[in-house]
């Protein structure tokens, strides 16, 4: 049976999720995680969904699925060793860096490949497989046929699609408007979600939202990804609540099921969606319907009817569902192109099946045939979900010993020795002592009396169990301090240490994309760049190979973890890490160099200018350079500015502007690319 995974942004979303059916959470901790909003997850979080999940036969996914700096790399170390004590059945993870450390360190726990990672090809899963991930989160661009292919050609490693919850309008894991426009790093986890604000066409003058993509609602899209033989599939939403959650998790539950699934669709689009469609599941042909949101980009929850008439505050409305008291309703008025929310709730008094007369807080006049949306349904709010409160504990067997006025405990290597008065008794206390000694309150230990030896002379003792419960307190806390991990993070040394420096990046662009497949010679070297984002890979390798006969002293720039691949069939040529196969610190450096020895160098992440020591190659850094806001597969000309496919040339030029900061917007192939002028 497929997997269905939840997001949980804090433990009450997680037994949200379990409860309504989910087989699987996952979540960030306080630390590394691409949703810093989200209140993410403590220690004791962990502990506490871990033990529930295993009680319970659920899974948990945790996300360390940001880029990090070499400053931070101890601390993540520590993040890891948390991960590590509790366990999960996952870590997600977007930074090869942090894989490498998990594959050297931490092998117990299992690596999957985060969607930020742009894992869009064959050759990006089979280089991940071959790096020890277990499981892959494909981009959310590819489309069914696309998703099959790549089923087909990788039968042994687990894949994740998207099935649920916002897109983002430039490609997976390699979106950089947050950082140019706001300083706040996607890569980070503080997106500040440019796409979701509008912009100015120059030519026209019309203010729009041209990157604000519709909410993916895979529905019964779902079945075929079943037939396809995807092992899991993933809703996103890790900023939204206890009743998104369970409402989303109902409406799949019984898709998966076989059951009627219409039942759960209101509740699903009340909690939280967008105007919302198939995204990029279903093939983007000319003629289709636009994927972006339109005129307004937030939650508009269900269209439930329309302005008939107004007199004064009070409006005539007709709708297909019974509106009750306190129901959040919406109407979106025309302003200037865009459409604002004039949002209020239904009365006491006014619940109504047809027609409905409902007050406005206001005067606003609002037009006829204005629609109406229901955006909160009063009848839906969630009783409390009682959270879990037994901690996942590891459990240690220990014998006891009882003397005439002692009790020795141990375990392992770790024994102590307590005075205790033993008095004679008609029994034993071996029941007793059994019972206190597995109780554990807060430690992350359990004892388990596997043997209790009576050294006595009597037959039968007593213990007073008050002496029984801080003799187990005092061993568990010996336990915590004697087996406490006491790892800390090591900058490996690398040997031959290379210090080549690549040209300024803005040198190797190509006329319209950042990469460059034609090559540019700079002081004796040709720089040729394989493309990020490619959806026929085959023919883009085949294309390389026939170029590279030709050039001179090539240096391959390396932009997606399936370009390893070409580079492990190449290794007579040189290759270096481009801007988007992202180099944050030295440990994502070395496992880069360990699986391409022919690579001689490769920009530092974009978003930074500084790094520490110990890299394999100095790194070079990409100052003063700025990488396009977006990579797209949605078709800015059709789906931004809503103009006809027919006629289409499809190549085209626009331009952009937004708070006195202009763009020019180059569509080629019906995929898009934003840069800053």
């Known amino acids: ?48 969904i871990r033990r529930y999940a295993i009680d319970n036969s659920k899974k948990i996914y945790v996300t360390v699925n940001t ?31 942090v894989a490498r450390i998990v594959r050297k360190d931490f092998p117990s726990l299992p690596l999957h490949g985060s969607t930020q990672l742009a894992i869009h090809t064959v050759s990006g899963v089979k280089e991940l497989q071959s ?72 030519d026209t003058g019309k203010r729009y939202y041209p990157f604000s993509l519709e909410d993916l609602d895979a529905g019964l899209l779902v079945r075929k990804l079943m037939e396809i033989g995807i092992d899991s599939l993933k809703v996103e939403g890790r900023l939204k609540g206890a009743e998104y959650v369970d409402a989303v998790t109902r409406y799949y539950r019984a898709i ?89 709730s239904a009365h006491p008094g006014e619940q109504m099946d047809g027609k409905a007369i409902l007050t406005l807080p206001d005067d606003m006049r609002i037009p006829k045939h204005t629609p109406l949306y229901m955006i909160s349904d009063s009848s839906l709010n969630m009783k409390a979900i009682e959270e879990p409160r ?28 307590y005075e205790a008065d033993i008095q004679p008794s008609e029994h034993t206390a071996d029941d007793s002592i059994k019972r206190i000694f597995s109780q554990s309150g807060s430690s992350d230990y359990s004892l388990s009396i596997t043997d209790i030896e009576n050294e006595t002379g009597m037959d039968g003792y007593y213990i007073n169990p008050s002496v029984l419960k801080s003799i187990r307190r005092d061993f568990l806390s010996l336990l915590g301090t004697e087996l406490n991990d006491n790892r800390t993070y090591h900058i490996e040394i690398p040997g031959g240490k290379e210090s080549f420096i690549l040209p300024d990046r803005r040198l190797l662009d190509g006329e319209r994309t950042p990469w460059n497949m034609e090559g540019v010679t700079i002081d004796g070297s ?20 026939e170029k590279l006969k030709t050039l001179e002293n090539p240096i391959i720039g390396l932009n997606n973890a399936g370009d390893i691949i070409f580079m492990k069939k190449h290794p007579e040529y040189r290759a270096f890490a481009d801007i988007y196969l992202y180099l944050p610190n030295r440990e994502a450096a070395m496992l880069l160099k360990e699986e391409v020895p022919s690579l001689i160098g490769g920009y530092l992440w974009v978003e930074r200018d500084e790094y520490g020591e110990q890299w394999p190659f100095t790194p070079t850094i990409a100052k003063d350079y700025h990488p396009p806001l977006f990579i797209s597969r949605s078709c800015y000309r059709h789906d931004g500015l809503g103009l006809d496919c027919r006629g289409c040339s499809r190549h085209h030029t626009f331009h952009a502007e937004q708070n006195g900061r202009r763009y020019t917007v180059y569509v080629d192939n019906c995929s898009t690319i934003v840069k800053e002028r």
């Open 390 to 417: 037994a901690m996942m504990k590891r459990e240690i067997k220990a014998s006891i010993l009882i003397g005439k006025d002692f009790l020795s405990v141990n375990a392992g290597d770790i024994k102590k020795r």
């Open 1 to 48: 049976m497929i997997e269905l995974a939840l997001p949980a942004g804090t433990i009450k979303e997680a037994m949200a999720a379990f409860k309504a059916g989910a087989d699987a959470v996952y979540f960030g901790m306080k630390d590394f995680s691409a949703r810093k909003g989200a209140g993410n997850f403590s220690a004791e979080d962990l502990s506490r």
């Open 131 to 202: 790096l020890g991930f277990e499981r892959v989160v494909l981009s959310r661009e590819l489309n069914l046929d696309e998703i099959a292919a790549i089923r087909k050609a990788c039968p042994d490693i687990e894949l994740k699609v998207f099935i649920h919850g916002a897109l983002c309008y430039g490609f997976s894991g390699l979106c950089m408007a947050s950082h140019l426009i706001t300083g706040r790093s996607a890569n980070e986890g503080s997106c500040a979600q440019i796409c979701r604000s509008w912009f100015t066409d120059e």
């Open 256 to 344: 998966i099921d076989g059951n009627d699934e219409k039942e759960y669709k209101h509740a699903v689009s009340v909690s939280f969606q967008r105007k919302a469609g198939c995204g990029f599941l279903e093939p983007l042909i000319p003629g289709r319907e636009c994927i972006t949101t339109g005129p307004y980009p937030g939650h508009r929850g269900e269209r439930i009817g329309s302005v008939i008439d107004q007199r004064g505050r009070k409006i005539l409305v007709e709708t297909k569902i019974r509106i009750k008291p306190y129901d959040g309703l919406m109407l979106l008025l025309p302003d200037k192109g865009l459409d604002t929310p004039y949002r209020f």
């Open 526 to 545: 040709t720089y040729i760049s394989f493309p990020a984002v490619r959806y026929d890979e085959e023919e883009v390798f085949r294309k390389m190979e």
């Open 67 to 97: 880029l990090i700096d070499d400053r931070d790399l101890p601390r993540l170390y520590e993040t890891l060793k948390t991960i590590d004590r509790y366990g999960c059945d996952g870590l997600i993870v977007q930074d090869l860096g």
